[in-house]
């Protein structure tokens, strides 16, 4: 009799309440029934596999009353300081932490605004985002790869006066492929900046809850900008700090940095993939029979054709990668892993067919490598990537 009456009683509660048994949702009043799907799923995963005594979720701190085999969750109304404290404390020991500071803002901040997607993007090209923080339901995405054009984002990188914030319906933007099945959904998103690097990135949410205060999660993005943007500044700094400084002059042809600067990255590269096991992938391009194409078409030609080749190699690369000319007709990248290696070969086939409509005999040879392949060793890696040229071009 008592327990079908505490239920009774229970289900007209302002609180959301739920009940769990052997590891397995029981009951749960209308409150809790009424909370957006996303909210549900992830409320019941915490009490059911995470540790934490309680868990906030868009104005909500659900915490946890444990009897023998019955957990009993709560969920009672916080204020903005109790969500700023929570924001703070899990979102900067997760930054400190390593890993891609994108994905791991992203982590925290999904499940703390509790709406259906969270993203925390980066620019990386002029043309180009990347998805590296992608919340989705209650998961995380694969990072990918998204046109800037036609992006709901667009507006915070161009234009003469880039937005900060921006307040939008997804149905405005039929060209932006994450919002395609969200079509009635309103989109929330804060651009973050650096100083005199306006524009890094942007964080954004839509698929919101019923009932959900816009206000606090606006507040909420622009309190995780200020200090996702903050910890790359400081983290930034460190780097530059240890950073040799190289006086090499640029070369005259490219504008691009030479060999001995080049040197000095990889020793840079190498203590980083020491000390946080953070990989890089060097990849060694060689323009093939530049002699050829300079005794038929001319040296002035040839030199045209070196100075676009290191244009298009600059726009393929993304902010962090860098470009150097190591000899007369090779150029080497060097790129930061973040989760899987870039698509260095993919995107030189396509530049490689592009300069092929004005000079068909262009091609080149590629070697490739990274420094975990080396166990972190600078002079094993480029004694690979010298053999595997080797190898492209004998079988070429």
């Known amino acids: 009799m008592k327990t079908k009456i505490i239920p009774a009683l229970f289900d007209s509660a302002d609180t959301p309440m739920l009940l769990i048994k052997d590891q397995a949702h029981e009951w749960s009043n209308a409150r ?90 980066k620019r990386s ?102 200090t996702l943007s903050a910890w790359l500044l400081c983290h930034q700094a460190a780097q530059q700090k240890e950073y040799e400084p190289s006086h090499e002059p640029l070369d005259l042809l490219t504008g691009l940095p030479g060999p001995k600067t080049f040197d000095l990255a990889l020793k840079h590269a190498v203590q980083m993939f020491q000390e946080d096991a953070k990989d890089f992938l060097i990849a060694l391009v060689d323009i093939n029979a530049l002699a050829s194409i300079n005794d038929r078409y001319g040296q002035l030609v040839g030199d045209q054709l070196i100075h676009q080749f290191a244009d298009e190699l600059l726009n393929m690369c993304r902010r962090r990668d860098q470009v150097f000319r190591y000899a007369g007709d090779e150029f080497l990248l060097l790129m930061p892993i973040t989760h899987t290696p870039p698509p260095v070969e993919k995107r030189l086939k396509r530049i490689i067919k592009q300069m092929q409509e004005k000079t068909p005999e262009f091609d080149i040879n590629l070697a490739m490598a990274m420094l975990s392949e080396v166990k972190g060793s600078g002079e094993e890696l480029m004694l690979t990537i010298d053999q595997r040229l080797k190898d492209a071009k004998s079988a070429s």
């Open 125 to 226: 090209q002029k043309r180009s985002l990347e998805a590296l923080g992608y919340w989705k339901n209650g998961e995380m995405q694969p990072p990918t790869n998204l046109p800037l054009a036609g992006n709901i984002a667009q507006a915070f990188y161009e234009g003469e006066e880039p937005l900060l914030h921006q307040k939008s319906l997804c149905r405005e933007f039929p060209l932006d492929e994450l919002l395609a099945d969200t079509p009635s959904s309103l989109w929330l998103g804060h651009r973050l900046d650096l100083p005199e690097q306006p524009g890094v990135g942007h964080l954004c949410v839509w698929g919101e809850p019923d009932g959900v205060d816009v206000n606090l999660t606006e507040w909420i993005l622009s309190l995780t900008a200020d």
């Open 32 to 121: 809790f029934r009424e909370l957006p799907e996303a909210i549900r799923h992830a409320v019941l995963g915490w009490a059911v596999k995470e540790s934490e005594e309680w868990l906030e979720l868009e104005g909500y701190r659900f915490q946890r009353l444990n009897k023998g085999k019955h957990t009993s969750v709560l969920g009672l109304v916080v204020d903005r300081n109790s969500i700023q404290r929570t924001l703070l404390l899990k979102l900067l020991p997760e930054l400190q932490q390593g890993g891609d500071p994108f994905q791991n803002t992203a982590r925290i901040l999904g499940p703390l605004l509790g709406w259906k997607h969270c993203l925390v993007a």
